[in-house]
Nanobody, 124 residues
């Protein structure tokens, strides 16, 4: 049974930092690309960042480039999202997702397994 579990969300002031973690079990983690998406109230789920199965390729939405960093540890079957210089518009539920194959995607529909999400709230 595949399980994808996010942690690390919370409330932070604008300009602050948070680190999200995601543990994915029940799958061959090192053969899956991983992604982070977010969904703000009243908005569609949007791509945030993705990392290839080996960790050699990383991709970011323009809105977070230079502020967020995605990384993974295949030995610990975890993927992380380091978020710095947070802005109120980063407030959303953040989801971790796993996609078969080493190639990443910005499309939510390409991902096979999803976590339940973790809330990130940035106050102004």
């Amino acid at each position: 049974q595949v399980q994808v579990v996010e942690s690390g969300g919370g409330l932070v002031q604008a300009g602050g930092s948070l680190r999200l973690s995601c543990a994915a079990s029940g799958l061959s983690f090192s053969t899956y690309a991983m992604g982070w998406f977010r969904e703000a109230p009243g908005k569609e789920r949007e791509f945030v960042a993705a990392i290839s199965s080996s960790g050699g390729g990383t991709y970011y939405a323009d809105s977070v480039k230079g502020r967020f960093t995605i990384s993974r540890d295949n030995a610990k079957i975890t993927v992380s999202l380091e978020m710095n210089s947070l802005k109120p518009e980063d407030t959303a539920v953040y989801y971790c997702a796993a996609k078969t194959g080493w190639v990443t995607s910005r499309l939510a529909s390409a991902y096979n397994y999803w976590g339940q999400g973790t809330q990130v709230t940035v106050s102004s």
